[in-house]
């Protein structure tokens, strides 16, 4: 097939690559009244930009149809990252390779004096990341005099990670002749301020929206708990089984503690992260290329430049700071055309401002529950069953071992044993503490608590009181389970639990013996009914709602308190007496408080 406004060498080497069509992106760079133009374009993430500059900057790249035989670069690409960096330079390797058109690399954690060599050879295109360009540009390593099209990958990244300085360095060293392209998904102010001070009568084109969109990524936004996040993550990760996926954190400490969270649980699971070296980003990113790891767990900016083709699931385990980021993110699926689901998991303190964020970005989002283990069991059962049926090529070997097995075992037994393999090698799915529904209770009711009886423990937000170290308590305390609990509201000093008119006579009796060691200093009574009521008594009758003091909690109300949202930490709120598997305040008795604020035992009466 023939592509107008293209050189016959690349037009070549795109049919040989199996392009059929152009993408809207690279049909708008390639036009008449783009060709010689500074371009300001905007496209959505995997929308081909690659191949889009790579076709526009070719007028200044062959001359006549033929590579020049000039040593100083005629084109220069800068990305924000190495990942972004190396993508693009394979990319134009295959494009330009007809052409016999010389690229060189330049990116941070690789070999600067054989880049050096390399520019000292010569080379047609550069390719680099701020930093090391800037470091060659100053040694003399780099010549920038000849330049006649410089392209800035993702500026606006570039931009929030703090490269202007280099940029503007980078330009100055230019040619006041050459092109200047700018492509990015997004255009804040700061692009557009930048696209002023470099640029003439630049042409501005977008394709955010055309044809693509968001069309090829389904969003899913699901409301947790905030101790429930990670078990959510588990539990879409089980769902979807996707080829590949990749989990987004804010930072390298999240990252770190969520890969070696799903590493126990069984999943095949890698890590990138500013801490990370090249050479294990290079190995983690082969790893998901040869399906060794199906999971990446990655903060934003290891992430960008990411180019996987089976990548189908994007998890965002934080949220991201604004619809860019969003943006950005989701853009890692979805692309040339193949479909993707991106999932937020969103605490529910936070849910307006992901409404707000997914306006301002104009996505539309299906608001789902968290996938629960019954739908799990469903899925795996449906999968078990198309792969276990499909055809495959047996050996005779295969056959030999599998007449001896008739011999012994039934083939009913042999068929479930099969199926329990294939169950064995798939992580468990988790038990939420909340179904996740998209509405939350805003009274003190639920279905079957209409009549429940209010019991009063002596521990309030200011002991850093928590639902969910206060749950499990009451259930090891009242030995009843969640599902005999109501609504929980915790005052200032106090905290009223509605229980279950029919399990009140058993957490009566419970709550009567002793408790454990490590909370004893927690009291639990039967107060004169819901907290108002309750509290109005209590000023009829003159008391003041049985206060406790903070030395018999042996808690510091200057605590760190609970987990802000979109923490998974398993251990618990930082510095507050409790965890996530039934937790509670710590014992009065002990050294003085700690630099968190909390009293504990000096033999390791710590959360667990």
């Known amino acids: 097939m023939t592509f107008e406004n293209i050189p016959p060498l690349?037009?070549?080497?795109?049919?040989?690559?199996?392009?059929?069509?152009?993408?809207?992106?690279?049909?708008?760079?390639?036009?008449?009244?783009?060709?010689?133009?500074?371009?300001?374009?905007?496209?959505?993430?995997?929308?081909?930009?690659?191949?889009?500059?790579?076709?526009?900057?070719a007028p200044q790249i062959l001359d006549?149809?033929?590579?020049?035989?000039?040593?100083?670069?005629?084109?220069?690409?800068?990305?924000?990252?190495?990942?972004?960096?190396?993508?693009?330079?394979?990319?134009?390797?295959?494009?330009?390779?007809?052409?016999?058109?010389?690229?060189?690399?330049?990116?941070?954690?690789?070999?600067a004096s054989k880049e050096r060599r390399t520019l000292n050879q010569g080379a047609q295109i550069v390719v680099g990341t701020p930093g090391r360009l800037r470091d060659h540009l100053e040694r003399g390593a780099l010549d920038l005099s000849a330049l006649k099209v410089a392209?800035?990958?993702?500026?606006?990244?570039?931009?929030?990670?703090?490269f202007r300085e280099e940029l503007e360095e980078i330009l100055n060293a230019t040619p006041e002749g050459r092109r200047t392209l700018l492509f990015s998904a997004t255009m804040p102010k700061p692009i557009v301020s930048l696209a002023k001070r470099y640029q003439h009568d630049a042409l501005r084109i977008s394709t955010v929206g055309e044809d693509r969109g968001h069309g090829d990524i389904s969003y899913q936004v699901c409301t947790v708990a905030p101790p429930d996040i990670e078990n959510a993550v588990v539990n879409l990760l089980r769902l979807h089984e996707a080829e590949t996926?990749?989990?987004?954190?804010?930072?390298?400490?999240?990252?770190?503690?969520?890969?070696?969270?799903?590493?126990?649980?069984?999943?095949?699971?890698?890590?990138?992260?500013?801490?990370?070296?090249?050479?294990?980003?290079?190995?983690?990113?082969?790893?998901?290329?040869?399906?060794?790891?199906?999971?990446?767990?990655?903060?934003?900016?290891?992430?960008?430049?990411?180019?996987?083709?089976?990548?189908?699931?994007?998890?965002?385990?934080?949220?991201?700071?604004?619809?860019?980021?969003?943006?950005?993110?989701?853009?890692?699926?979805?692309?040339?055309?193949?479909?993707?689901?991106?999932v937020l998991i969103v605490p529910y303190q936070r849910r307006k401002r992901v409404e707000s964020m997914l306006r301002g970005a104009k996505i539309e989002a299906d608001w789902i529950k968290v996938p629960t283990a019954a739908d799990i069991r469903a899925k795996d059962h449906d999968r078990l069953l198309e792969t276990l049926l499909a055809p495959v090529e047996v050996e005779d070997e295969d056959r030999a071992l599998g007449a001896k097995l008739l011999e012994t075992m039934s083939p009913e037994d042999i068929a479930a044993a099969l199926v329990r393999v294939h169950r064995s090698k798939m992580p468990q799915a988790e038990d939420m503490l909340d179904d996740g529904s998209r509405e939350r209770p805003r009274d003190d009711h639920r279905a079957g608590f209409d009549d429940s009886v209010w019991f009063k423990l002596n521990v309030g937000r200011r002991n850093n009181a928590d639902p969910k170290w206060i749950l499990p308590l009451l259930c090891r305390r009242g030995g009843v389970t969640k599902n005999d609990i109501g609504a929980i509201r915790i005052a200032a000093n106090e905290t009223h639990v509605g229980i279950a008119a029919a399990a009140v006579a058993k957490f009566t009796k419970g709550i009567a013996q002793a408790g454990h060691e490590e909370d004893n200093d927690v009291e639990i009574v039967q107060a004169n009914g819901p907290p108002r009521e309750a509290a109005r008594e209590n000023k009829r009758m003159g008391r003041d709602g049985d206060r406790p003091q903070r030395s018999q909690l042996g808690v510091n109300p200057r605590g760190d308190g609970p987990p802000r949202s979109g923490n998974f930490r398993s251990d618990g709120p930082r510095g507050g007496g409790s965890n996530r598997d039934g937790a509670r305040p710590f014992r009065k008795d002990g050294p003085p408080p700690s630099k968190h604020g909390v009293k504990h035992k000096a033999k390791g009466n710590r959360p667990r």
């Open 245 to 342: 996926a990749i989990l987004f954190c804010a930072t390298r400490e999240n990252v770190r503690r969520l890969h070696a969270s799903l590493t126990e649980r069984g999943f095949n699971v890698v890590a990138l992260s500013g801490e990370h070296s090249q050479s294990e980003r290079n190995q983690a990113l082969q790893a998901l290329r040869d399906q060794r790891a199906r999971v990446c767990v990655a903060t934003d900016v290891a992430a960008r430049g990411i180019d996987l083709p089976n990548l189908s699931l994007v998890v965002h385990v934080e949220l991201p700071r604004d619809a860019e980021g969003l943006q950005h993110r989701s853009g890692r699926t979805g692309r040339a055309g193949r479909k993707g689901t991106a």
């Open 10 to 57: 690349l037009d070549e080497a795109l049919t040989a690559r199996g392009y059929t069509a152009l993408t809207p992106v690279q049909t708008a760079v390639i036009a008449e009244e783009a060709i010689g133009r500074d371009l300001v374009v905007s496209a959505q993430t995997g929308s081909g930009k690659t191949v889009a500059f790579g076709l526009a900057m």
């Open 64 to 111: 006549g149809g033929l590579v020049s035989l000039a040593r100083e670069p005629a084109a220069l690409i800068i990305a924000p990252t190495r990942e972004l960096a190396l993508q693009v330079s394979r990319e134009l390797m295959w494009l330009y390779a007809k052409a016999g058109v010389r690229i060189a690399t330049c990116v941070g954690g690789m070999d």
């Open 151 to 162: 392209i800035l990958d993702e500026a606006d990244e570039m931009l929030d990670m703090g």
